[in-house]
């Protein structure tokens, strides 16, 4: 048996926690509150999807948005974990997209229900290569970019996130405990839209790292 390599936690099958209304710009054009606690919700790792394979439309859904996030890849589990020790449990980053069936969240959220069919489905979180710790020194000022057919949609720094890295390490983990290969998404800044069948998604985070995601629909 091959030991485990964290540059391969997505086929780890650990979970995806991610952050919502973590950025004031995005919860303003979504007409939400500003959040006074993080915003949670879950993806499952049958969501993540690689370079080269395709983000697939779920055929209930007429309102896809792509959300371009920074991943906080888990190094060390713990629970209960103080946020002076946070960045000592983080083994690296990847950037991903929060993909979001926007016209079924918007029915979930009117009638009280929970967003899975939105958020979780297959393919909902295509993700980077993994980006070790040391290659984003300041995790708390990267610019991260998304493009769709060449035409920039979001860009924005991690710098006007509401809630740091080291503060969501802390408030997740005192609820759920985090474990080695967890991936923890951000939240996105502004600029979200609809992606449609055959569209080509390019997203980056300056100077790191980009990717390009295909959108098919699925049979
Ligand atoms: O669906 C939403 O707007 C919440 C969310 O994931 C985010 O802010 O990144
Ligand atoms: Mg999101």
Redesign the pocket.
């Known amino acids: 048996m091959t030991a485990r390599n964290i540059s391969q936690f997505w086929e780890w099958g650990r979970k995806i926690i991610?952050?919502?209304?973590?950025?004031a710009d995005?919860?303003k054009e979504?007409k939400?509150a500003i959040p006074t606690e993080p915003?949670l919700?879950l993806k499952p790792p049958s969501a993540y999807v690689r370079e080269g394979s395709p983000i697939l439309v779920p055929p209930y859904t007429g309102n896809l948005h792509h959300?371009v996030?920074l991943g906080v890849v888990i190094g060390k589990g713990g629970t209960a974990i103080p946020q002076a020790a946070a960045m000592e449990h983080v083994a690296g980053y990847a950037l991903c997209l929060?993909m979001?069936a926007r016209d079924i969240?918007d029915e979930c959220k009117s009638r009280g229900l929970p967003?899975t069919l939105a958020?979780a489905f297959n393919t909902s979180c295509p993700v980077s290569d993994f980006i070790p710790k040391e290659r984003i020194p300041d995790p708390a000022n990267v610019q991260l970019w998304l493009k769709v057919n060449e035409q920039l949609r979001q860009s924005g720094s991690t710098s006007q996130m509401i809630f740091s890295i080291p503060y969501l390490i802390s408030y997740i983990s005192d609820f759920i405990t985090l474990e080695e290969g967890d991936l923890i998404?951000t939240?996105?800044p502004k600029g979200?839209s609809a992606v449609q069948e055959h569209d080509e998604l390019q997203a980056g985070i300056q100077d790191v790292v980009t990717m390009s995601f295909r959108v098919d629909r699925q049979d």
């Open positions: 991610c952050v919502g209304r973590n950025y995005h919860a979504l939400n915003v919700f959300e996030e929060d979001t969240q967003w958020k998404l939240g996105t979200v």
